[in-house]
């Protein structure tokens, strides 16, 4: 075992001492030591029952015949931090969460890990520390958030961020019942299109990413982990021979399949490189291309994650996509996804032809994220293409430059951007904002005032998974690097085409050339902490934002 060097031999019977201070005895000692990673905390709401996951989970380990070893890591809440400074160290919480995994399991030469997370930068986080350690590793994400009910239909958190400006009894009421308890927020955001993910690559057991938090079930698939571990530590499968080129292509064809967060091409490059994979962003457009879309879920599609989990959840999915699937990828059960697979029967059948369509008649030809280029991004930008409206595929119109979100929310909400506008925020990417925000707040402002079928919106920053309609976001280089998006000024002429993956601004070459030797990077409003430390190490967006 792994775990040996710090407790065989007559010179480790200091740590001995140390492990039976904990209560831990002979018996137990000699039992391999899994790691329980838990991202537990009171600030969000899809965290606040993991404690009870825990336990479960370390019930399962101990029924094995292992002992686990609980430890939490931070995390932070996107919808919390959204709209002010806070949001600045949402992604920067990824690579933080990484570390301290690696800490903790390095520092005590674990066996094997089993983590538990839920939401946006977490889950990310957990599994890139899995790559980087290639240790036997399961993940339990939490579980989505029941939708709430009020005003006659299911609501998440989306329809509060959209709804805020007509205030009145209806607001109080979006308040009051859109978010109803524990889980993540109940769309397809990032946080449950990373849980969608991770089962996809087969880091999860079966079911494990539509399970809801107040489910039952979910408490079940935790105990489960706990004794699974075992079996991995035991046959040695670690977490590399689990996420290979062919299982994140699994993973990349499930998520244009439901239509994820543009989110997930920054967080699975940022895995691959932790997993010693090579990723690039023009992967994604290609299995875009040939992945139709199948599932239509909020923010773009009338259905909640319940409908999914009720359709047979991420195996139901698989299922349909089938032969464009790499079914002898090996799985955390340790058996090949077709042979998963081949186990799934929808236990509501009638659910599962309506909510999840086929390849014959997809929602849409193509997946849910298009990748743009042009001379405005030479290095690539992201959009969910299939929460467009079709009369906004394609859209010319004058630029309304802001150099913040900040800047942004109050021309918005003042009146200032117009129908035809291409909004422009920038100095929001990792080294500009630093941190690259998501731009919830706008997109969100920009659908309360109506606009969301006339305007565009482009950004060095992100957006948020509940964004719908042309929001092109993780332009490369950013403006803070001097890419052409720092060179726009109000009025220019910008195209938009995403049918054919365009996006340019329509300035004379020499008139852009001028621009360019005039302009002067802005003076970073940030010079200690965390941020400018991220600021001095982060890539590109285009490389995933990872740290080096």
Not at 272 to 288: H, K, P, T, V
């Amino acid at each position: 075992m792994r775990s040996d060097v710090t407790k065989v031999g007559r010179e480790r019977a200091p740590h001995r001492a140390l492990l039976k201070a904990t209560g831990l005895c002979d018996e137990e000692i000699r039992r391999p030591f899994i790691g329980v990673v838990n991202s537990f905390n009171d600030f969000i709401p899809g965290h606040i029952h993991l404690d009870k996951l825990g336990e479960a989970v370390k019930a399962g380990i101990l029924a094995a015949g292992g002992v686990p070893f609980e430890f939490q890591t931070i995390g932070v809440c996107d919808g919390i931090a959204m709209g002010h400074k806070g949001m600045r160290y949402s992604l920067p919480s990824r690579e933080l969460i990484e570390d301290s995994i690696e800490i903790m399991a390095e520092a005590h030469q674990l066996d094997g890990l089993v983590m538990i997370p839920t939401c946006d930068k977490i889950v990310p986080g957990h599994i890139m520390a899995a790559g980087r350690l290639d240790l036997p590793t399961i993940i339990v994400t939490g579980g989505p958030m029941m939708p709430g009910f009020a005003c006659d239909k299911e609501l998440d958190l989306i329809n509060v961020f959209e709804g805020w400006q007509a205030g009145g009894k209806t607001l109080d009421a979006l308040e009051e019942m859109a978010c109803p308890g524990a889980g993540s927020c109940a769309g397809l955001f990032t946080a449950n299109t990373m849980a969608c993910l991770t089962e996809a690559m087969g880091l999860s057991l079966p079911g494990c990413a539509t399970t809801h938090a107040v489910d039952a079930r979910k408490m079940r698939l935790a105990k489960l982990s706990g004794m699974k571990i075992m079996d991995l530590v035991k046959q040695g499968i670690t977490a590399r021979q689990i996420v290979t080129s062919e299982s994140l292509d699994n993973a990349i064809r499930v998520d244009m399949a439901i239509g994820g967060s543009t989110n997930t091409v920054l967080h699975v490059m940022a895995i691959a490189a932790e997993f010693g994979l090579d990723l690039n962003i023009e992967r994604f457009d290609q299995l875009s291309r040939e992945t139709p879309h199948l599932v239509n879920l909020r923010p773009g599609g009338p259905h909640h994650i319940l409908d999914l989990e009720r359709a047979g959840g991420i195996p139901a999915v698989m299922n349909r996509l089938g032969s464009l699937l790499h079914l002898d990828s090996l799985t955390v059960t340790g058996k090949e996804l077709g042979e998963n697979l081949s186990a799934f029967s929808p236990v509501n059948p009638e659910t599962n032809r309506t909510v999840i369509a086929t390849l014959d008649a997809p929602v849409h030809d193509q997946g849910g994220i298009a990748v743009m280029f042009g001379n405005l991004a030479p290095e690539g930008g992201v959009v969910k293409q299939t929460a467009v409206s079709p009369s906004m595929l394609k859209h010319t119109g004058p630029a309304k430059v802001y150099d913040s979100e900040e800047e942004s929310m109050k021309g918005i909400v003042d009146g200032d951007v117009k129908a035809g506008n291409v909004v422009i925020i920038r100095y929001e990417g990792p080294r500009g904002g630093p941190g690259m925000r998501e731009m919830l707040a706008p997109t969100s402002a920009i659908a309360g005032a109506g606009l969301s079928e006339s305007v565009a919106l482009i950004t060095d920053g992100r957006f948020s998974g509940g964004t719908r309609g042309p929001c092109i976001g993780h332009v490369s280089p950013e403006a803070a690097a001097g890419g052409p998006i720092a060179l726009v000024k109000d009025g220019d002429l910008i195209s938009i085409d995403i049918p054919a993956r365009r996006i340019d601004l329509h300035v004379d070459a020499k008139i852009l050339e001028t621009r360019k030797k005039a302009w002067v990077p802005p003076e970073p409003t940030i010079k200690s902490g965390i941020l400018a430390r991220y600021r001095s190490s982060v890539t590109s967006a285009s490389r995933g934002s990872v740290l080096r």
